[in-house]
């Protein structure tokens, strides 16, 4: 890096200036604590989930996984090339779709179930359609969607014509899927956008990136609503409150908190027993527990409310790349560098 010059010394002094009043002002306002607020309320219990089913069949690093709405159903994509949608009940394949690029480093379930989409290295999300096939009887691809300067980190389906991203160039496209054109597109962040989180009513949505802020955007506009700061690395990923009014993040700085729209601030602050950062993030049904996967082999939950670490997931063999939670809130799904993936209930 080349040293910097009189002017970047003083607007980078500007700007650290201006988010330091902006905390300073956000606290003057904070007149309680979460977990003291929440002191008197009973304990949950401990968390007790099982291992109900372990989907085997990748053979490589599985690098993420998404329920689809019907909360039986979920994809995974991993880097030996392969997405593979399995029903969690069963245990079983119900497809395995061989991709073009195996470098994935995203998947997404359309809500309906008709659609999926991954994408990654290859700096372009492709969308399948899970209902018709090709001639090698594997699901029928019916986008390709190009153009990206950098590679895809997140997508996420907004119904079964439209489809969002964020990518390593900083933006945020949406895309028409019938059309296969780009309907917005713009700068969202100072870094990679890394994961995004859609609103349980579909009108606003959440980014994490690697410029270690959040943002709250509106489906509809191009500017954020809200920016959150707060943490000390990258935010690696971020999932709406079932709410609607927060929003849980996890990081590269070894915490995960709890912001809330409403005032504008962190409200909750949750350090693992350990010392690993997180990768993913997942809130329960009731939005009382908060989990997150963890580069240390293992899934951490707390109690939301109190604050409090309330136990550890424990049955991978390597870091915990992604979890999703199944709409209707039953079960977990984790998958792992130890190329499985795992239903919890």
Not at 145 to 161: H, I, M, P, Q
């Amino acid at each position: 890096m080349p040293k910097d010059d009189a002017e970047t010394t003083a607007l980078k002094k500007e700007l650290n200036d201006l988010i330091a009043k902006c905390k300073a002002d956000q606290e003057k306002v904070a007149d309680a604590k979460l977990a003291e607020k929440c002191g008197d309320m009973g304990d949950v219990q401990r968390i007790r989930l099982v291992v109900k089913k372990s989907l085997k069949g990748h053979i490589n690093k599985v690098n993420s996984v998404h329920y689809s709405g019907d909360s039986r159903h979920c994809v995974t994509g991993s880097l030996d090339g392969k997405l593979i949608i399995w029903d969690t009940w069963s245990g079983n394949k119900v497809q395995v779709i061989p991709l073009r690029s195996a470098w994935v480093m995203s998947v997404a379930f359309a809500p309906s179930g008709n659609f999926v989409a991954c994408g990654g290295m290859d700096n372009m999300c492709t969308v399948y359609d899970v209902n018709n096939r090709d001639a090698t009887g594997a699901a029928k691809m019916v986008r390709e969607l190009a153009g990206y300067e950098g590679f895809l980190s997140s997508c996420r389906f907004l119904d079964d014509t439209h489809i969002m991203t964020g990518s390593g160039d900083m933006k945020i496209c949406v895309w028409d899927l019938e059309a296969g054109k780009r309907e917005v597109d713009f700068n969202a962040h100072a870094g990679d956008v890394v994961s995004i989180s859609l609103a349980p009513d579909m009108k606003t949505f959440v980014t994490g990136s690697v410029d270690r802020t959040c943002k709250l955007w509106d489906v509809r506009a191009e500017k954020e609503k809200q920016t959150f700061f707060g943490h000390e690395a990258d935010v690696n990923s971020v999932c709406y409150h079932p709410g609607g009014q927060a929003f849980a993040t996890a990081s590269e700085d070894k915490t995960a908190r709890l912001f809330d729209i409403r005032s504008d601030q962190q409200l909750g602050h949750y350090t693992p027993p350990g010392n690993a950062g997180f990768t993913s993030c997942g809130l329960s049904f009731s939005g009382r527990y908060l989990l997150a996967g963890s580069d240390d082999n293992s899934i951490h939950s707390w109690d939301t409310l109190k604050v409090a670490h309330t136990g550890t997931l424990n049955a991978h063999e390597n870091r915990v790349t992604s979890i999703s939670i199944a709409p209707n809130g039953i079960a977990l799904a984790s998958c792992s560098w130890d190329q499985s993936v795992r239903v919890w209930g």
